[in-house]
């Protein structure tokens, strides 16, 4: 099994399915669990240059990496180069360097963030692009010559044939509205890992975040502290989501962006999975609808 997490920024994934990947190589030991961030990291911080918010956000994620065990990788065009925040929807070199990162990597299960259907809710340009370039990109990952010019070595010989993945989307608590969710997954038995991991953020959470002023958080004195308040933060959700009390969950909602599962594979393979604070009946039903219409 292979979980690759597509998102934009440094410490993304720890407030989206940090839980649900630790739960994921609990039950099975051998999963391989891969973080791509999509933008450089540059703009996130309101004391340093940009060069330095990109190191220092970098070293953050590479070390709660270490910390979890997964493996955490940096998206980059042809020539090398990461992409900017706020301009990831201007960058031609976005949707190849997707669609190489995909296809060597061939997850079973893809996450990304959603695309928000309510006009009332709000969005981080860069949520959104990476959640379009997704969409966009998912039906050419096994389209083996889409980016020839990009990746020329893609085609050498024989054309490989590429599993498409099962897109899903995380939640965004920049949409503020029209939060909808198929999976809920019970990660209160992970909780503290979850937010020792968000606690390796240093920069984001000790200083950026606090400095915003948006999104409820502040400057914790010690990591104790800290997990104090990230299980205040996933416990909101919670109560946001109108889910069970007393219980933290992460969420999801599946897409028909790549391969269309069955409800039976999805409740086999995601650990932690409530069943009663899913959606199952519905899901099953959507996913029934769209078999039928494409023959799958």
């Given at each position: 099994?292979?979980?690759?997490?597509?998102?934009?920024?440094?410490?993304?994934?720890?407030?989206?399915?940090?839980?649900?990947?630790?739960?994921?190589?609990?039950?099975?030991?051998?999963?391989?669990?891969?973080?791509?961030?999509?933008?450089?990291?540059?703009?996130?911080?309101?004391?340093?240059?940009?060069?330095?918010?990109?190191?220092?956000?970098?070293?953050?994620?590479?070390?709660?990496?270490?910390?979890?065990?997964?493996?955490?990788?940096?998206l980059r065009d042809g020539s090398g180069s990461p992409f900017r925040e706020g301009c990831l929807a201007q960058s031609a070199?976005?949707?190849?360097?997707?669609?190489?990162?995909?296809?060597?990597?061939?997850?079973?299960?893809?996450?990304?963030?959603?695309?928000?259907?309510?006009?009332?809710?709000?969005?981080?340009?860069?949520?959104?692009?990476?959640?379009?370039?997704?969409?966009?990109?998912?039906?050419?990952?096994?389209?083996?010559?889409?980016?020839?010019?990009?990746y020329p070595e893609e085609g050498e010989g024989t054309a490989r044939a590429v599993r498409t993945p099962v897109?899903?989307?995380?939640?965004?608590?920049?949409?503020?509205?029209?939060?909808?969710?198929?999976?809920?997954?019970?990660?209160?038995?992970?909780?503290?890992?979850?937010?020792?991991?968000?606690?390796?953020?240093?920069?984001?959470?000790?200083?950026?975040?606090?400095?915003?002023?948006?999104?409820?958080?502040?400057?914790?004195?010690?990591?104790?502290?800290?997990?104090?308040?990230?299980?205040?933060?996933?416990?909101?959700?919670?109560?946001?989501?109108?889910?069970?009390?007393?219980?933290?969950?992460?969420?999801?909602?599946?897409?028909?962006?790549?391969?269309?599962?069955?409800?039976?594979?999805?409740?086999?393979?995601?650990?932690?999975?409530?069943?009663?604070?899913?959606?199952?009946?519905?899901?099953?039903?959507?996913?029934?609808?769209?078999?039928?219409?494409?023959?799958?």
């Amino acid at each position: 099994m292979k979980l690759l997490f597509v998102h934009a920024h440094f410490d993304d994934f720890e407030f989206t399915a940090a839980g649900t990947f630790e739960l994921w190589r609990r039950a099975h030991p051998t999963v391989a669990r891969r973080i791509l961030i999509s933008t450089d990291g540059a703009a996130g911080h309101h004391a340093m240059s940009r060069e330095a918010t990109a190191a220092r956000r970098w070293a953050e994620q590479q070390k709660a990496g270490a910390l979890g065990g997964f493996e955490v990788r940096l998206l980059r065009d042809g020539s090398g180069s990461p992409f900017r925040e706020g301009c990831l929807a201007q960058s031609a070199g976005l949707l190849p360097a997707l669609w190489k990162e995909i296809r060597e990597f061939e997850p079973d299960y893809l996450f990304c963030p959603p695309i928000p259907v309510d006009p009332l809710a709000g969005v981080h340009v860069d949520h959104l692009d990476v959640a379009e370039a997704v969409r966009a990109v998912a039906y050419l990952v096994n389209v083996p010559h889409a980016y020839l010019p990009e990746y020329p070595e893609e085609g050498e010989g024989t054309a490989r044939a590429v599993r498409t993945p099962v897109i899903l989307n995380t939640f965004d608590g920049y949409l503020a509205a029209g939060h909808r969710h198929d999976l809920a997954v019970d990660v209160g038995a992970v909780t503290d890992l979850m937010g020792d991991l968000a606690w390796c953020h240093e920069s984001q959470l000790q200083e950026w975040l606090p400095w915003v002023d948006r999104h409820h958080m502040k400057a914790s004195p010690d990591a104790m502290a800290w997990r104090e308040q990230y299980r205040g933060v996933i416990s909101r959700r919670t109560r946001a989501l109108g889910l069970p009390a007393g219980r933290l969950y992460e969420v999801f909602q599946v897409t028909a962006w790549g391969a269309l599962p069955t409800l039976e594979g999805l409740t086999r393979d995601f650990p932690g999975l409530d069943r009663d604070a899913s959606r199952l009946e519905a899901l099953g039903e959507r996913l029934d609808r769209w078999h039928e219409a494409t023959g799958a």
